[in-house]
């Protein structure tokens, strides 16, 4: 009779152990439920994930340069969306054509003689040609710079209002 009482006992233990382990794997597969999944996998291969520090490294460089590009070409295209934005909104409040609106957010002076001549003698080294021949590179590399900080200025002061607001993931 004894006997009988210890396999029950131990029938019974195993059967509230059995039973612990399935609500505690029960309510650890709810609280997961709730969380967003583990964002980090790159590749599953056989039903293994594999994250990018799994792969051969020379791989892992490319697409980490790769993510890199796309991050700064997708910043690129929201940046000019929200100039776009911008410059539309100034054109409908003001009553102009979106060409007016621009150059009046965006005005564009022409580099001075001088500050093309400054510009050619400070990197004569690295132009190694002759000035006349490199004057109107020297002027359209002036205007781009001076397009980039407009553009970089009207973004920050955008963005410091709270007027423009990136979401990049």
């Not at 781009?144 to 007027?163: F, N, S, W, Y």
């Amino acid at each position: 009779m004894e006997k009988v009482q210890a396999n029950r006992n131990h029938y019974i233990t195993l059967f509230f152990a059995f039973s612990f382990g399935m609500i505690l794997s029960n309510l650890i597969g709810q609280s997961r439920e709730g969380a967003e999944p583990r964002n980090d996998y790159v590749l599953a291969y056989r039903g293994s994930d594999k994250t990018i520090e799994e792969l051969p490294t020379l791989l892992a460089a490319k697409l980490i340069k790769l993510e890199e590009e796309f991050l700064e070409n997708k910043t690129n295209l929201l940046e000019e969306a929200g100039l776009r934005f911008y410059v539309h909104d100034y054109a409908q409040t003001h009553s102009v054509s979106l060409d007016e609106a621009a150059r009046k957010l965006f005005p564009l002076t022409p580099p001075a003689e001088q500050a093309v001549a400054d510009f050619y003698q400070s990197n004569e080294n690295t132009i190694q040609q002759p000035y006349f021949a490199v004057k109107r590179s020297i002027v359209e590399h002036l205007n781009t710079q001076q397009a980039k900080e407009l553009r970089a200025e009207t973004l920050a002061t955008l963005i410091e209002k709270g007027d423009l607001i990136f979401y990049i993931r």
